[in-house]
Structure formats: C-alpha cells, structure tokens
C-alpha cells in the first residue's frame, strides 16, 4: 500500500520484487529490485538521489484506490480463510 500512497503523492517508489510490489510498482513509477540484494537497493537509491530533475510519475500506470482496495480485502479474505 505504501508504494500506491508514494505514487499518489507524485513520489517513485522501490520495492522488491516476488513480494506483491509488482501490484503497485510497475514501469514508469517505481523500481523493483531482486529481495535480499542489498547492492541492488543501494545502487537504486543512488541512482534516484542523483537525479537532476525528479521524473514526472506516469499516472496512466497507477491503479486507482478502488482497485487497491478490492486487491487487499481479497488477500485479507483470503488470509481470514486459512486462519
């Protein structure tokens, strides 16, 4: 949810990827690195830091919050379920 949230506030997000940021994070308003590569992240975050001029977000890529929300109360129905 905190990359939607980013993405809404005209901010990049990074996130790893096999963890559901797919969901939120796609080309054009974020970055996804491999989990557990902390070099990857690193050199992520520099490269973001050393922009001149912050890239303007790609709306047309981020999901609405009606989407977001129906997306996460499945997961918690679903989680509700296995309980």
């Known amino acids: 949810m905190i ?14 990827k096999h963890s559901g940021n797919e969901d939120a994070i796609g080309e054009g308003n ?15 975050i520099k490269e973001v830091l050393s922009y001149k001029e912050y890239p303007k977000i790609d709306q047309t890529k981020i999901v ?11 997961v918690f129905e679903c989680a509700m379920k296995i309980r």
């Open 3 to 16: 990359h939607a949230e980013a993405n809404a506030c005209g901010s990049l997000s990074i996130g790893t």
């Open 30 to 44: 974020g970055f996804l690195v491999e989990f557990g590569n902390v070099d990857e992240l690193s050199n992520k």
């Open 64 to 74: 609405d919050w009606k989407d977001v929300s129906e997306k996460y109360y499945k």
